[in-house]
């Protein structure tokens, strides 16, 4: 069997739908079609069925789809051994980061790896774990940075590998005249009546924020939601309120914003994962060793 249909039928199992697996390989859903059709020629029977106004697999279908991704995966493991087996560091890589990590640990990973391995190309893109995860799953991206929250576990398919680069801590941001400012330190349930400036609903921070408070009595009163970290910064310039900021590439707050630690200090857990499949890579470990470098001892 043709392993690009396989390739095909695996996105299909994954995306669960003819138009999720066209998006994930960046096709046309007619060329997935075709593809499923020629591959049920090659096995011989129905792959697919109706089943409402889409279809689903049968049950030769799901069963090859997990072959299709063991052999998926021996295939990448195969390549990236005899890239380990030539021993450079080159090719292409692609690497998803979100936004803090973006800007506080992939300048500076990058331009190690370009001045360390000249042959090796590797590109950036800016998502969140939500995002990134199943990117990485799909093949799309080959090494993802991701944060986890205090008590919010990322949920990581198997098949994936991690390595642990740091731990961020956060402080809460003040405006300079509110009664706490002047603290060398201040717990979140001194906070708890405090109105709040956060990221939207369902991010990670937010709800960190929302369990945090909830947990503590309080019901949080949450009246400004940004998603960068200097929007957010000026509106408690502003006096609108309190705002959780991490230290990891934070800019320089407004002279009218105090930047207090939290007691106890809380911290998201930042690491790469990539797919296990990949690990003797050259270009893979690199970049890792990279990204260990470009981390502080503590932020």
């Known amino acids: 069997m043709d392993l690009e249909r396989l390739r095909v039928l695996h996105a299909v199992h994954l995306a669960g739908s003819v138009a999720g697996a066209a998006r994930a390989l960046h096709v046309t859903t007619s060329a997935v079609s075709q593809q499923m059709a020629r591959l049920e020629r090659e096995a011989g029977q129905r792959l697919t069925e109706r089943h409402g106004r889409g279809i689903r697999l049968t049950e030769a279908g799901e069963l090859l789809a997990r072959e299709a991704g063991d052999l998926l995966a021996h295939a990448e493991q195969v390549e990236a051994r005899l890239a380990a087996h030539r021993g450079t560091v080159a090719g292409t890589l692609s690497v998803a980061a979100f936004a803090t990590a973006a800007r506080g ?15 090796l190309s590797v590109s950036l893109s800016e998502q969140e774990p939500h995002e990134a995860i199943p990117a990485l799953n799909r093949g799309d991206l080959d090494i993802a940075v991701v944060q986890e929250w205090p008590d919010t576990p990322l949920a990581v398919p198997g098949g994936l590998a991690r390595r642990d680069l740091l731990e961020d801590a956060f402080d809460v941001a003040l405006p300079a005249g509110h009664p706490l400012a002047g603290r060398d330190s201040v717990a979140m349930k001194e906070l708890a009546d405090d109105e709040w400036i956060s ?13 945090t408070l909830s ?17 957010q910064l000026a509106l408690v310039a502003a006096g609108l309120g309190a705002a959780v900021i991490p230290r990891l590439g934070r800019e320089p707050p407004p002279a009218s914003v105090t930047l ?40």
């Open 105 to 119: 640990l992939l300048p500076a990973a990058l331009c190690d790896l370009r001045s360390r391995y000249p042959e």
């Open 199 to 211: 990221w939207s609903t369902g991010q990670i921070c937010h709800d960190w924020l929302v369990h």
């Open 215 to 231: 947990a503590r009595g309080a019901q949080p009163r949450i009246r400004h939601t940004a998603s960068e970290h200097s929007t």
């Open 260 to 299: 207090v630690p939290i007691d106890p200090s809380p911290a998201r857990r930042i690491y790469a994962l990539w797919r296990a499949s990949t690990a003797p890579r050259p270009a893979i470990r690199a970049t890792l060793d990279a990204l260990q470098r470009s981390c502080p001892a503590r932020t």
